[in-house]
């Protein structure tokens, strides 16, 4: 799971716009190289307040992860490969917990999953052609 904390001016794989490099290779193989170079793009601008990266827990296990988040980056979002998969993934984009001039105490959020756009199949499985031309992500 990559992600970032952020302000409500950036995006992370808003479906009906395509897929960035970076989110390609999040949802195809589980590769975060070029999305760190994207959100360190982002993090430059003064754009996010900080990136995340967790990584999946055993079988048996779990993750935990505090995250910081001020007025000016108020926002969440990440993706996480769904395996085995062509180009599929969960994630969460734009989640503000400062609406209204306060915080949000308590929130239940569902994960979707969504089509990356970048691979043909739609089985689970690796190895298939890529999409030409690329798609939006979708639901």
């Given at each position: 799971?990559?992600?970032?904390?952020?302000?409500?001016?950036?995006?992370?794989?808003i479906p009906?716009?395509?897929?960035?490099?970076?989110?390609?290779?999040?949802?195809?193989?589980?590769?975060?190289?070029?999305?760190?170079?994207?959100?360190?793009?982002?993090?430059?601008?003064?754009?996010?307040?900080?990136?995340?990266?967790?990584?999946?827990?055993?079988?048996?296990?779990?993750?935990?992860?505090?995250?910081?988040?001020?007025?000016?980056?108020?926002?969440?979002?990440?993706?996480?490969?769904i395996a085995?998969?062509?180009?599929?993934?969960?994630?969460?984009?734009?989640?503000?917990?400062?609406?209204?001039?306060?915080?949000?105490?308590?929130?239940?959020?569902?994960?979707?999953?969504?089509?990356?756009?970048?691979?043909?199949?739609?089985?689970?499985?690796?190895?298939?052609?890529?999409?030409?031309?690329?798609?939006?992500?979708?639901?």
């Amino acid at each position: 799971m990559i992600g970032r904390i952020h302000s409500k001016e950036t995006a992370l794989g808003i479906p009906g716009k395509l897929a960035t490099k970076g989110l390609e290779d999040v949802a195809e193989i589980g590769n975060t190289i070029h999305m760190i170079q994207e959100l360190d793009s982002i993090l430059a601008r003064n754009k996010a307040l900080s990136k995340f990266i967790i990584t999946a827990p055993p079988v048996t296990g779990t993750a935990t992860q505090n995250f910081t988040f001020n007025t000016t980056y108020p926002c969440m979002s990440f993706a996480s490969m769904i395996a085995p998969s062509p180009d599929w993934f969960m994630g969460l984009h734009d989640l503000c917990l400062f609406r209204g001039g306060e915080w949000i105490n308590d929130i239940t959020v569902d994960i979707l999953v969504y089509d990356a756009g970048t691979e043909e199949g739609d089985v689970f499985g690796y190895n298939n052609p890529a999409t030409s031309p690329q798609q939006n992500i979708s639901y």
